[in-house]
């Protein structure tokens, strides 16, 4: 139900733009979240949108160089990475809770019931 997209091979300092659509479902009143999990290493937030405001947290790890965006329309979350470095390289989840009508972002996996089959992103240096 979730599609998540955009992942591949980049070199470090490059960007990606990640995509997560969904199908069968409206995620305008969704949480929304991005995770990531490197080999060996337990899956990680990323960054989290709320439904409506759209607000947004990051983890202080990727803070100012991702970015977490959604287009209602297009039923569709985004997750504009820049500066990557080779500490980014993972398999990247996004995932959906439905939120309505609280509005938080939410940085837990067990907090998600709703999860993409995951894009690999690998930066090379």
């Known amino acids: 139900q979730l599609q998540a997209s955009g992942g591949g091979l980049v070199q470090a300092g490059g960007s990606l733009r990640l995509s997560c659509a969904a199908s069968g479902r409206t995620l305008s009143t969704y949480a929304m979240g991005w995770f990531r999990q490197a080999p060996g290493k337990e899956r990680e937030f990323v960054a989290g949108i709320t439904w409506g405001v759209s607000k947004t947290l990051y983890a202080d790890s990727v803070k100012g160089r991702f970015a977490i965006s959604r287009d209602n329309a297009k039923n569709t979350v985004y997750l504009q990475m820049d500066s990557l470095n080779s500490e980014d390289t993972a398999v990247y989840y996004c995932?959906?809770?439905?939120?309505?009508?609280?509005?938080?972002?939410?940085?837990?996996?067990?907090?998600?019931?709703?999860w993409g089959q995951g894009t690999l992103v690998t930066v090379s240096s």
């Open positions: 995932a959906a809770r439905s939120s309505y009508p609280i509005v938080k972002v939410y940085q837990g996996p067990h907090e998600y019931d709703i």
